[in-house]
């Protein structure tokens, strides 16, 4: 054959088979035809009633979610019986007489019965209107005697997340909030589940999976009016698994309280100056309007709202965390009904931010908390030992600028213990700068600062370590001597975390071991791994913790923990907000408590307890709080000592 | 020879119009059933819908004006980039979760849509080099094996069943069309099914669960049956006529899940009845029809097969789809073409519909 003769072969090979495959695909269209057919003429009549709800209603229903306990089995999350009334226009004779009867038994709001009016007119007449959510026993009673006679209404027991602890644990347990078409698209399984609820945010989103167990179903008759007759359950749903926290409610609200009280003292809400100073500060106003239930007197007499900040206990040794504290908080059980745009409104209108977990996502300069790092950075790399000394004289000189030590009068020749002990800034500029950046970023990061603890709730934020490379890249200039200096007391582009300082003080006090906190309980003992920074290194630094509450001069000798409890060991951190001049420094306008709130110092504290074998960590921010350790210390104190309380010695 | 280059009235001239105009049809029935998906607003679907529909229509338009056989240079670098795609894809999404899509700016892709195209077009490109003498040799069917099992293992691994068996049956197809002697057909059907049992392996616990769910629909653990129970009963109630626009209560009431991709067909049923449905699988027919004959029209090999592939990969969408949604196969996640709310599956296939068009309208004889 020749080339043509086969090529035309070939073409016609090919045409032939084509035909093959498009008879094929006819005959596969009729049969899917002939499928249609049965399953919408033949068998119209079935699924007609099917539809009509006149037989069977499947019905999807959704898991109890897992409960969250603390760590001495009292309940943070739960569920509780909700019902919610329905109305099918369909089947409701009369709309507006229904709802005027209903409005008789239950209680009906004028914009309930507007919207219920609304939702009629714009959708088909089948679908079922909801009336009112959380209906309450007395109403239900109400109801179920006269649903006879109510054509079209139908209620519906749901289950409601509820969360007694409410406020307290807000920034802990999170919320949950109906599902959202974004979660759908990312897990299809999700899309059959009506009504579903999931975490968003805290352990009620980290731990979503578990806790959110499997769905089950169910066939429910109904007879022509729309109305239950009888379930049958094909498969029961699978709870989720009930998580036990590591949280201690106790704890928690003390040292809420003791946090949100600060130096100040409560006041009588009612009483008459206390309503004048209401109305003459609008900012008092947005704090009482955007539920805001306490005021306080402070030590100048001037009435303030609750201190802001956050606070951290947590076991040394497992990581456990036994209270977390973020001030202001928020009410989770907002979030769990369809969130009324008034709350809302209100939490966003409150001055400081309820919504942000300070705890993982608030970013602050350690300030002195900061100097621990330093000192074993230096100590590690043979820059000083124990007993090399610096001549503190109040300031230092580097090229032009001058660095100020906080004791304006010097505090002379130091060692590392005493200058922890004192907290004296021109130490720790000598040493930072002899030390190097470098060496002081691998020291922070050994011990969990500038990158996220792994906790086991979402949007921890990583804080920020700097060097010579984060500069280049975020700055796009090189790094300097002078901030070398300034890092070294933990100011300038040093943030950290809350959460983070408490890990430091954690890693300090149990012997430099990488420990990492955990929300949950833990069974049993673990074991972490050695961070390799030499004992005795660790030991130099410890002591000078230790003076800090025990020294004579310490700057929180005030506020340590009775000897009978084991005393304590600890570090004050005083953060400027707002750089002072040279000129109001010689005008003497030091006194925090007389600037505005918003340009007061932060007031920093980090400690642990007993002094020997060490058990608990504690780390206190007091957003404005003034100093570290007239504020802060006392805080820290009192969560010691209330830890200690209730689990004794070991 | 004639000159290479198609003047611009020529062009327009010999653009298959009339599959355009069927397209179009099916994309407006398209947002008209979104519409009612929505409960009858524009918004989030219909909208975007049309909106996307005019989008791919116009690069429709635009291919027609690309040489054809600038295709037939590009098929293999195509098909590589494609792969590599697949592949980055799987890196990415490694940890055991799914990684089909891609995002880049607000914007999902699901590159293994489009892979069907690459895929064909290597084939066609495969056998037009072929000599016709050798078509009757096994060696020269291992060649597509391979370029067909690549991307099949990548995308089942992904996994993404209902497309990966589109793309192995497609394949089948055009080797079929190619010359494939019908004792290697009956081998490569033999070795497909016996691939079942290494494929059900590869599958995500929730894809077991719906392939357990429709062989017995009575032991259903996760729902999986209840999307197929509440499809049956809402395509039943439609009747012949359908309970009418925005009537469809099943589907209206939120117990049709997925009504606005997997399930549209459903929803047109109940309420457009059998006669809706019929329709849209006749439209659907014209198309692919006109797909086909076109393939029979052009001069050269390559062109040939491509629209062939073409008209397969139309086939097997509608197929897959409908099968599904009438309880005939697993819920497996498959589009219908230019109805479902999807912007990936409509762009492949006004893709193929260009492709086609550009054969149409460039179509020479092979060069001798």
Known sequence: MSRKAKQKEGRRTMGRRTLLLGSGMVLVTSFLSGRLYQL???????????????????????????????????????????????????????????????????????????????????????????????????????????SAYLPGVTFEKTLRRIYPQGALTGHVTGYVSPITSREVEENRSLGDLPNLATGKIGVEFALEPELRGQPGNERVEVNARGQAIRVFRDFDPQSGTDVQLALDIGLQQHVTNVLRRGQSEQVDMASPSVQQAIASDSDLKLHLASGENMLLRDPIGKITPPESGAAIVMDVHSGEILAMVSAPTYDPNMFTDRLLTRDWRRLNAHPRNPLLNRVTAGMYAPGSTFKMIVALAALEAGIINESTRHFCNGRMELGNATFHCWFENGHGSVNVVRALERSCDVFFYEIALKTGIQRIKAMANKLGLGDVTGIDIPGEKPGIIPNHEWKLATHGVVWTPGETVVAGIGQG??????????????????????????????????????????????????????????????????????????????????????????EQREAGITKNIERPWKERDHALFVGYAPVRNPRYAVAVVVEHGGSGSSMAAPIARAALQRVMEVNGEV | MKSETVGILQTILRIPWHLLFVAGVLVVIGAMALYSASEGSWAPWAGRHAIRGAIGASMVLILAFINFRLLRIWAYPIYMASIVMLVALLAVGGDGGVARWITFGGFTFQPSEPTKIAVLLALARYFDSQPLERMRSVLTYLPPLVMTGV?????????????????????????????????????????????????????????KARVMTFLNPGADQLGAGYQITQSKIALGSGGMFGKGFLMGSQSQLNYLPEKQTDFVFTMIGEEFGLVGNMSILGLYLLMIGGVLTISMRVKSRFAQLTCVGVGVMLFLYVFVNVAMVTGLLPVVGAPLPLISYGGTAMLTVFLGLGIVTSAVVHDRPDVE
């Not at chain 1, 209107?129 to 109403?139: A, C, K, N």
């Not at chain 1, 049993?524 to 390799?532: A, H, K, S, Y």
Request: include cysteine; proline fraction near 5%.
């Open chain 1, 40 to 146: 919408q003429v033949a068998q119209n009549n079935r699924y007609k009633r099917l539809s009509d709800r006149n037989q069977f209603d499947l019905r999807i229903v959704p898991p109890r979610r897992g409960r969250l306990i603390d760590r001495k089995n009292r309940l943070l999350a739960g569920n509780a019986e909700s019902y919610l009334l329905h109305i099918t226009p369909l089947y409701a004779d009369d709309l507006d007489r229904s709802l005027a009867q209903l409005g008789q038994l239950v209680e009906l709001g004028e914009d309930d019965v507007t919207r219920v009016k609304e939702a009629a007119r714009k959708g088909p007449s089948f679908r079922p209107i909801l009336v009112r959510e959380s209906l309450t026993q007395r109403e239900l009673a109400r109801l179920a005697v006269r």
């Open chain 2, 151 to 207: 991307p099949f293992m990548l995308i089942v691994e992904q996994p993404d069943l209902g497309t990966a068996l589109a793309l192995a049956l497609g394949s089948v197809a055009i080797l079929f069309v190619a010359g494939l002697p019908w004792r290697y057909l009956l081998a490569s059907i033999v070795l497909g099914v016996s691939a079942v049992p290494v494929l059900w392996s590869q599958l995500h616990d929730y894809q």
């Open chain 1, 493 to 582: 582009y040093v943030l950290v975390t809350p959460l983070q300082l408490a890990v430091m003080t954690a890693r300090l006090a149990n012997g430099a071991r990488a420990i990492s906190p955990s929300l949950r309980k833990i069974e049993g003992d673990v074991e972490f791994p050695e961070l390799g920074i030499s004992e005795s290194a660790l030991r130099i630094v410890r002591e000078g913790m230790f003076e800090v509450m025990h020294g004579s001069l310490g700057t929180a000798r005030s506020h340590n923990l009775s000897s009978n409890q084991g005393g304590m060991c600890g570090k004050t951190g005083t953060v400027q907000v707002k750089r002072i001049t040279k």
